[in-house]
């Protein structure tokens, strides 16, 4: 079998270099692949993973990342080996809390299309699920962010947001993939979640990254490191 390749997916705002430092220490094992949207939509992204993997390779996705990682998975289990996710949710299975999401990302959407990138970086940066991340932190991923074009992260929060995609709790039981779910310690809300992905998948398993919030592997990198490469080194070596 040919050696796979670990395909790292970026999230919301995100570019390949946020994965960086972890992708650095797994290519020490495998091959890597940071991918870089082109795209700002759910499908044309959906087809971009499909192009950066091959049958046999992992997919390792982050938050948005990792729920478009959970969902080329469903369609084509047969195309990987193994899929890690952090800080992940599979989608909002409250009618009443996603109608709400919906709404609120509409405002939000409409918002950032008559912003400017500076102030939506500055807003996103503030939000609470990312308090446990140091300045320096922050700093490092800014450039990354402010790359953006306001109006075409509009478009991907209106395509892709949670609010936006259909919930896949009830599709889990079918995915014949191994799965790692991952969060942070402190993120309680997406520690659930990835407790609950691992209980519906059949192949899957809970991890938690001590000390780290949300974004548990640029927090807690190499940490974070470590568990990835002994999950792939289970189902790829």
Not at 2 to 13: D, L, N, S
Request: overall charge negative; charged content about 25%; aromatic content about 6%.
């Amino acid at each position: 079998m040919p050696e796979a390749t670990v395909v790292f997916v970026p999230g919301f705002m995100q570019r390949s270099d946020a994965w960086a430092p972890v992708a650095e220490r797994v290519s020490e094992r495998y091959p890597t692949v940071c991918l870089d949207f082109r795209s700002h939509s759910f499908e044309p992204r959906l087809g971009e993973i499909r192009e950066a993997t091959a049958a046999g390779d992992a997919l390792v996705g982050y938050s948005m990342g990792g729920r478009l990682a959970l969902h080329l998975a469903l369609r084509e289990p047969e195309r990987l080996r193994a899929l890690a996710v952090v800080g992940t949710s599979a989608g909002l299975d409250d009618d009443a809390e996603r109608a709400r999401r919906l709404e609120q990302n509409e405002r939000l959407a409409e918002w950032m299309e008559r912003t400017p990138i500076e102030h939506i970086v500055a807003a996103w940066e503030r939000q609470p699920i990312f308090a446990t991340q140091s300045p320096e932190l922050a700093e490092s991923q800014r450039a990354g962010r402010l790359s953006n074009d306001p109006r075409l992260l509009a478009l991907l929060l209106r395509s892709a947001g949670q609010a936006a995609l259909p919930p896949i709790w009830d599709r889990l039981g079918d995915l014949d993939v191994p799965l790692v779910a991952v969060a942070g310690e402190l993120d309680e809300r997406y520690l659930s979640r990835a407790r609950r992905l691992a209980l519906l998948a059949p192949r899957a398993e809970p991890r938690v990254v001590f000390g780290a919030g949300h974004a548990a592997h640029l927090e807690q990198p190499d940490a974070f490191a470590e568990l990835l490469l002994e999950f792939l080194d289970q189902h790829l070596g």
